[in-house]
Antibody, heavy 122, light 108 residues
Framework: QVTLKESGPVLVKPTETLTLTCTVSGFSLSNARMGVSWIRQPPGKALEWLAHIFSNDEKSYSTSLKSRLTISKDTSKSQVVLTMTNMDPVDTATYYC??????????????WGQGTTVTVSS | SYELTQPPSVSVSPGQTARITCSGDALPKQYAYWYQQKPGQAPVLVIYKDSERPSGIPERFSGSSSGTTVTLTISGVQAEDEADYYCQSADSSGAVMVFGTGTKVTVL
């Protein structure tokens, strides 16, 4: 069974750096053309794609947030980490990670984590 | 930055057909994906590569593409289909993903 689980702080202060971890099971981050995306959703608003990383370490970032984001992976720990610098209250959202199985679904995200809610407030 | 535009809402009676459009300049060259999201839940992939359906997704969900617009069609809508729907695609580079603005489907 494929699962993804997000973890990280519930509350961060403005200007701080957010670090989120996605721990995966049921597949390996070293499998060819497997990847993980990060997506967020502010309360009552639309989904926003943030970044993805593939098994070959290929990475891509949201155009509008690129300067603030870093994505990395630790294959041995089955984890993908997203850092976002200079947090602001507008970054308050539920943050999801999701699997990309490129061979089957190309860039479609077929399995999602439950999401983790992050509030930015002083 | 690149944008995908969807209608904010679509209303449909049970048993009828709902069509949700998604417009973007790069859609003629990039695949589209569709997700269903119910309140308090994570999104679920219902269509990939414009018109393919993952296993377990009912046949009443279908996708199509024409020029700069892709369409998700739900035939014979059921009450359980009431949800928010999002399209996803890539910009012209093919590497940067974008979600659409989202459409709330209401079953009357």
């Amino acid at each position: 069974q494929v699962t993804l689980k997000e973890s990280g702080p519930v509350l961060v202060k403005p200007t701080e750096t957010l670090t989120l971890t996605c721990t995966v099971s049921g597949f390996s981050l070293s499998n060819a053309r497997m990847g993980v995306s990060w997506i967020r959703q502010p309360p009552g608003k639309a989904l926003e794609w943030l970044a993805h990383i593939f098994s070959n370490d290929e990475k891509s970032y949201s155009t509008s947030l690129k300067s603030r984001l870093t994505i990395s992976k630790d294959t041995s720990k089955s984890q993908v980490v997203l850092t976002m610098t200079n947090m602001d209250p507008v970054d308050t959202a539920t943050y999801y990670c999701a699997r990309i199985d490129w061979y089957h679904y190309y860039y479609g995200m077929d399995v999602w984590g439950q999401g983790t809610t992050v509030t930015v407030s002083s | 930055s690149y944008e995908l535009t969807q209608p904010p809402s679509v209303s449909v009676s049970p048993g009828q057909t709902a069509r949700i459009t998604c417009s973007g300049d790069a859609l003629p060259k990039q695949y589209a994906y569709w997700y269903q999201q119910k309140p308090g839940q994570a999104p679920v992939l219902v269509i990939y590569k414009d018109s393919e359906r993952p296993s377990g997704i009912p046949e009443r969900f279908s996708g199509s593409s024409s020029g700069t617009t892709v369409t998700l069609t739900i035939s014979g809508v059921q009450a359980e289909d009431e949800a928010d729907y999002y399209c996803q695609s890539a910009d012209s580079s093919g590497a940067v993903m974008v979600f659409g603005t989202g459409t709330k489907v209401t079953v009357l």
